[in-house]
């Protein structure tokens, strides 16, 4: 009896936590789907409404410029929204399996699907597979010719990298940043079938200034385990120094998209509801945020996807007025 005692315990996974109470919508899916709806962080949307919102800001722009009318620009919306979901998704679980030894070492991931042994490395990469499978029919069935290439390449290598960078530079925001917001780019070719050079390269900028902004804040919430575990981040690199550089991303962010507005040649809507009031919020961002409190930190992070509302009603109001809709 002894040695079938000591065998059981050495079945036991090394991270195992007891497991708490599931959150919505988990708490109604069958116990076996919960780890890999985890995995896609159902229970968190804000990381699949940051991702929607280049999706959304590009398509209304577009939609502006070539006058779309109301029920493909509807369509294409609801395409960009599912989108959104299969890349964030894609995206949470090859960064699980990269980072599963660092996150068993931080406190806020530590019970998380892989580094709580609740799931399996091979069932997460066949779980990874299928979302592939899915990502690239998907967007194969909505986009085509350059902006199917523009959806696939943020869906396969751009996320893929990310996590590896964590290791070797403390600049994985800035790859963030581009993989975030590709979204533009194929929202704003699928819809007009242009090239616009000087628009998509200010817009793009201008939304990587912003997804520096709010992940490196959210890299404030693990800095002291990061530095343990060996992670680097734009938080550990400027310490002192962060909310200079949150003056800067935010200031660049508004600027350039001012700049973006004038190239599509944007009616006063959008300069007064989408840049002024970006502005604000990210006045009012700076001077609530405490970047020692981990809980502020996360707060301030869904702020951000609030924060796309206000862009997107400057755009679809001005989309709107120009159909002579309102």
């Known amino acids: ?88 998704g894609s995206a949470c679980t090859v960064n699980d399996i990269f980072d599963r030894h660092v996150d068993a070492g931080v406190e806020r991931t530590r019970n998380r699907p892989l580094p709580s042994g609740r799931i399996t490395v091979t069932a997460t990469y066949t779980f990874l597979s299928m979302q592939y499978a899915l990502g690239i029919t998907f967007f194969c069935f909505t986009v085509e010719k350059l902006a199917l290439w523009v959806a696939l390449f943020q869906l396969l290598p751009l996320f893929a990298i990310y ?39 200010t817009s793009v900028t201008a939304c990587w200034c912003w997804t520096m902004l709010y992940d490196t804040i959210y890299a404030c919430q693990d800095i002291q385990d990061d530095v343990k575990m060996g992670v680097c981040s734009t938080a ?7 909310r200079p550089l949150l003056v800067c991303c935010g200031s ?51 702020r951000n996807g609030h924060l796309g509302w206000i862009i997107w009603t400057g755009l679809m109001f001005d989309y709107l007025f120009s159909l002579q809709i309102i």
Request: aromatic share 18%; hydrophobic share 50%.
């Open 236 to 242: 550990i690199l400027f310490g002192e120094w962060i």
């Open 1 to 88: 009896m002894g040695h079938n005692h000591s065998e059981e315990k050495a079945l036991i996974p090394i991270y195992t936590i007891p497991a708490s109470t599931p959150k919505f919508p988990l708490n109604f899916a069958p116990e076996c789907a919960r780890p890999y709806l985890e995995l896609i962080r159902l229970e968190k949307p804000t990381g699949t409404i940051l991702m929607f919102w280049p999706f959304a800001w590009g398509l209304t722009m577009a939609a502006f410029r070539v006058q779309t009318p109301p029920s493909r620009y509807a369509v294409k919306l609801a395409e960009c929204l599912i989108g959104a979901f299969l890349l964030r």
């Open 163 to 201: 996590p590896l960078l964590k290791r070797y530079t403390h600049w994985p925001q800035a790859w963030l940043g581009f993989a975030m917001n590709f979204g533009f780019i194929t929202a704003w070719i699928a819809m007009t079938g242009l090239v616009d050079v000087p628009l998509l390269l």
């Open 252 to 302: 660049t962010f508004l600027f350039l998209l001012a700049v973006a507005g004038f190239i599509n040649k944007q009616s006063y809507a959008y300069f007064v509801f989408s840049v002024g009031g970006t502005a604000s919020h990210l006045v009012w961002q700076y001077f609530t945020v405490d970047l020692d409190i981990p809980r502020s930190c996360w707060q301030n992070f869904n």
